[in-house]
């Protein structure tokens, strides 16, 4: 059974000071901030650290990023404290010129500044867990260099400003995750990579000399040639957490068409919305070819001709009726974006590559690096008709259909959605399945507060269902339109229904 160090901080006062940079709020606390808070702590008897502890505290650098509990939490309003400058400086500088009766600099006092406060609120708790995975198999220097932070955490005073006072407490524990007594209405954070989600800093290896060498700097910044500024601590990783309750991200590539002869002009090319699924198969076909010329040589290597087979084309095993099998394998799905316009929508000129929901976004980042600048070859003349240019996440388009810079909550279909089965146009078959379609593309039903479908799509002028072109293995199943409120705002971008990956059941945000 898994092993794990679980760390407690319980605050006296149920709210946190910590801010990340930029002065905006920090929650949950780092990580890293527990780790500083446990060397000071440590460090406090007599200005150092050495030996088993010190070894300790680099054994604890090298863990993987711990999963975090907390309460529910809400960020109070802020207001304005005036505080000590930190100018004691002038202070001393005025009474060395002999200014001993308070006035001008010679008086503190007169040296403060405001300064904004604005505290996290914890709701409904005062504790925050920080939950480490330990080594498996543990053995017994594992287990002896755990004790010791478990331990050493029992000494730490405030985690956050120095109101934030706080009592720590530490366990080792062999109950895994699915089977820990958690409160329900907590939230549990859980550690992704660096480019979604909360930003959270955590040690890394080296952290610790870093904040040795940090202290000796701060004790020598006065010398006989003047002040010398403590540089700041760098040496640290930056993790993105992401509560559970949180959609997963969905990874993706995006691109303009540009003409073949470039004329260093602004034109993009266009084809019409209803030859979505034409142009999908063309971006499919040259993210085939890119991913058989660039496989790994490395045998551990990631990029193998099965990944280039299923991921990458869609390659997998079919049903007896010579269909895909759904869902059984994970795939690159590939989405002509047409342009939407306060008017209606237009051609598309834009297209994307995503990962299904939840990648690990490696596959995303090489498709935006190999493609770009690579040809859509029209399948049945063996044209060149455009060429591939990476896009911008600003781009205003493109942000309607990935609302990256703000989640959103309802959504609509822009192409037609395609049924995995037939309702025999009873309403309750149909919403059956839909959410087996929102199943399917990685969305749980528990999400959705509505769906709703119809033959039109709620965006104007798009083209008839009857008009979009489909592959064979999708022609005679039903098309509907739908429409999808969140109980929370998500990201895209969403493409849900048999068609998903080739161009059909792409979802657009509703501004609202």
Request: net charge positive.
């Given at each position: ?174 109950i895994g995750a699915a089977g820990e007594p958690i409160d329900p209405s907590n939230e549990q954070w859980a550690p992704g990579s660096q480019r979604d989600g909360t930003p959270l800093r955590t040690p890394k290896p080296g952290t610790f000399d870093s904040l040795l060498c940090r202290h000796r700097a701060f004790l020598n910044r006065v010398t006989d040639d003047g002040f010398v500024p403590v540089p700041p601590l760098t040496t640290f990783s930056v993790v993105g957490y ?232 999708l022609r005679n199943l039903p098309a509907v339109h739908v429409r999808l409120r969140f109980h929370e705002p998500i990201p895209g971008p969403i493409s849900m229904g048999a068609g998903r990956h080739c161009g059909l059941g792409v979802f657009a945000a509703i501004d609202t």
């Amino acid at each position: 059974m898994p092993h794990h160090l679980c760390l407690t901080i319980t605050f006296l006062d149920p709210r946190f000071h910590g801010r990340r940079d930029g002065g905006e709020p920090e929650w949950p606390p780092s990580p890293l901030r527990l780790y500083q808070a446990i060397v000071a702590a440590a460090a406090a008897p007599t200005g150092r650290i050495e030996g088993s502890f010190a070894d300790s505290l680099r054994w604890f650098e090298r863990l993987p990023a711990p999963r975090i509990v907390t309460p529910a939490h809400r960020t109070g309003e802020p207001y304005r404290l005036s505080v000590p400058n930190n100018a004691m400086d002038l202070v001393v500088k005025a009474w060395a010129r002999g200014n001993y009766d308070g006035s001008g600099d010679a008086n503190p006092a007169t040296h403060r500044t405001m300064k904004t406060v604005r505290p996290t609120h914890l709701v409904g708790g005062d504790q925050v867990r920080y939950i480490w995975a330990l080594p498996e198999p543990l053995s017994q220097e594992d287990r002896r260099q755990a004790d010791s932070i478990r331990i050493a955490v029992r000494s730490i005073v405030a985690l956050g400003w120095g109101i934030d006072l706080v009592v720590g407490h530490g366990e080792l524990t062999s109950i895994g995750a699915a089977g820990e007594p958690i409160d329900p209405s907590n939230e549990q954070w859980a550690p992704g990579s660096q480019r979604d989600g909360t930003p959270l800093r955590t040690p890394k290896p080296g952290t610790f000399d870093s904040l040795l060498c940090r202290h000796r700097a701060f004790l020598n910044r006065v010398t006989d040639d003047g002040f010398v500024p403590v540089p700041p601590l760098t040496t640290f990783s930056v993790v993105g957490y992401r509560r559970a309750s949180e959609p997963k991200p969905r990874p993706f590539a995006a691109f303009t068409l540009r003409p073949i002869a470039g004329d260093g002009s602004d034109k993009k090319v266009s084809f019409p919305q209803h030859r979505s699924v034409c142009v999908a198969a063309m971006l499919r076909h040259a993210a085939l070819e890119a991913a058989k010329s660039d496989l790994d040589s490395r045998p551990d290597g990631w990029r193998t001709p099965d990944w280039a087979e299923q991921f990458v084309a869609g390659h997998g095993p079919r049903k007896p009726n010579g269909r895909y099998a759904d869902e059984s394998w994970p795939r690159f799905s590939y989405l002509p974006l047409p342009s939407l316009t306060p008017i209606g929508v237009g051609d598309i000129r834009r297209v994307l590559i995503a990962e299904p929901v939840g990648g690990a976004g490696q596959a995303a980042t090489w498709a935006t690096r190999r493609l770009a600048g690579a040809d859509l070859i029209d399948q049945r003349t063996q044209n060149r008709v455009a060429i591939l240019e990476p896009l911008s996440n600003a781009d205003f388009v493109l942000s309607q259909y990935t609302a990256k810079s703000a989640a959103r909550r309802e959504w609509s279909s822009v192409s037609p959605v395609i049924l995995p089965g037939y309702d025999d146009g009873k309403p309750a078959k149909r919403e059956r399945l839909l959410v087996e379609c929102l199943r399917h593309a990685g969305y749980d039903a528990a999400a959705i507060e509505s769906i709703e479908s119809r033959p039109t799509s709620w965006f104007p002028r798009v083209a008839s269902s009857l008009q979009f072109k489909r592959p064979a293995y999708l022609r005679n199943l039903p098309a509907v339109h739908v429409r999808l409120r969140f109980h929370e705002p998500i990201p895209g971008p969403i493409s849900m229904g048999a068609g998903r990956h080739c161009g059909l059941g792409v979802f657009a945000a509703i501004d609202t």
